[in-house]
């Protein structure tokens, strides 16, 4: 399946979380919402990796320590992610919380890849995180 394709399907997957998170909020307790969504979110995951374990036997992709590790620290992650969400929610609408939260991301997310990873970075690149910023910092004016 075409990159974009996968993409599309990932932000509109995000874009129904974000939704059914923030009506979550002042609904129920932020970490009985979190064990919900990250249980799932663990549970299901694992159907399908052990469905392909048992129908491709050893042809997945290798796992490494350093794999695992990395996965670790994801899960534990999202998971204190997960619950900020939901505290977070009590307090701010949908189209306020998630703008900032997902703009701050991507500029931190790039200047990690810039300035960790030393990943290549055009003037596009630049220009387009440049105006997530000013984008983050006119929703911020908005509020105040």
């Known amino acids: 399946m075409p990159l974009i394709i996968l993409i599309v399907f990932a932000t509109v997957l995000y874009t129904l979380f974000d939704i059914f998170a923030s009506r979550a909020g002042n609904q129920i307790d932020a970490n009985l919402s979190a064990v919900i ?86 003037v596009l690149q630049i220009l387009g995180v440049a105006v997530v910023v000013i984008g983050i910092g006119l929703i911020v004016y908005s509020k105040i």
């Open 37 to 122: 969504f990250n249980g799932l979110g663990a549970v299901l995951p694992l159907i399908i990796y052990a469905y392909f374990k048992l129908s491709k036997g050893n042809n997945l992709i290798p796992t490494s320590n350093a794999g695992l590790a990395y996965s670790g620290l994801a899960g534990v992650s999202i998971a204190a992610f997960s619950y900020l969400l939901i505290k977070i929610f009590e307090k701010g609408g949908l189209g306020y919380v998630i703008p900032l939260i997902y703009g701050g991301t991507i500029v931190l997310a790039s200047l990690a890849g810039w300035l960790i990873f030393k990943e290549d970075v055009s």
